[in-house]
């Protein structure tokens, strides 16, 4: 399988996080447990940002329960859907509408950022970057547009992520079912390649479990995560396909349950600060050229 069958169709992303809007707060189970996860982590932040990112907002859980925490700041909820955003500054209460206090919502990608450099002191992005092609871009962004000693917190699905469904899959057919996810390590790599500071990064598996396939199927489309990759089935899966899976996967069954594993990675790491002499001057690095 080429990392060409692997690349995700942005357009088709787009697409079915538009459709999912309406349905996604009710199977969106998993990413609000993570979520929450992530909000008890800034218990250990003392950090008060006076501007906020929420990149891949969703529906705005986040978005709202960090206004709640922020109310001061200034807060963009952003998404490449553009029903998502909308529902996200919808959630803002009519206070803060009444204050001009509510979220400002913005329809873009990550991968290119509608703001200008520095301009940010909390970057916040809760299982988003699974859905772009190359993370460094998406890091070289938020490392953009973060100010000096600004903080990214994000999560992320690992490898295992979905293991059962598309082992269950691989045994049917040729094509990719179940999207590429990036490895924890290499995620720091990336971190580190785009200049952040201090990366910190964790994983751990959680688990679903479901009476059938099909049920775990139709969550994963109620919250729009569709097979958008260039290597799915042009047309409908054949039922013969599904029956296949249905099978394959029942070997994972216990106590009347299949089960679905998630690996979920977190991190975070800071914008750097300039590096200055103890007078204030700024510090240059001067490196002497290699000769050949």
Request: net charge positive.
């Amino acid at each position: 399988m080429s990392n060409t069958d692997l690349a995700l169709d942005k357009r088709l992303v787009r697409l079915a996080f538009e459709r999912a809007a309406p349905t996604y707060d009710a199977a969106a189970v998993l990413q609000r447990e993570v979520g929450e996860r992530m909000l008890s982590r800034l218990d250990y932040v003392r950090q008060q940002p006076a501007r906020i990112l929420d990149a891949g907002c969703g529906t705005g859980v986040a978005t709202a329960a960090l206004q709640a925490r922020y109310p001061a700041a200034a807060l963009y909820a952003l998404d490449l859907a553009l029903s998502m955003a909308s529902r996200a500054r919808a959630r803002s209460g009519w206070l803060q509408r009444l204050r001009g206090r509510a979220a400002h919502a913005l329809c873009a990608d990550i991968e290119q950022l509608p703001l200008r450099a520095k301009s940010v002191d909390l970057l916040w992005s809760n299982l988003a970057l699974q859905w772009v092609n190359e993370p460094l871009n998406a890091f070289t962004e938020f490392r953009r547009v973060l100010a000096p000693g600004g903080l990214l917190m994000f999560s992320t699905f690992g490898p295992d992520t979905l293991k059962e469904l598309r082992a269950a899959y691989a045994e049917s057919d040729r094509h990719t079912h179940v999207n590429r996810f990036i490895d924890m390590h290499d995620l720091g790599d990336q971190l580190l390649a785009a200049g952040f500071a201090e990366p910190v990064m964790d994983m751990e598996c959680l688990t679903l479990t479901y009476a059938d396939v099909r049920s775990l199927m139709r969550d994963l489309k109620a919250i729009g995560a569709h097979n958008v990759t260039q290597g799915r089935p042009q047309g409908m899966s054949a039922r013969a396909t599904l029956a296949a899976v249905e099978r394959n996967y029942e070997r994972w069954r216990h106590d009347g349950r299949l089960p679905a594993t998630f690996e979920v990675i977190y991190g975070h790491a800071w914008a750097p600060q300039p590096r200055v002499t103890p007078d204030g001057r700024p510090v240059i690095e001067i490196k002497a050229a290699k000769r050949g």
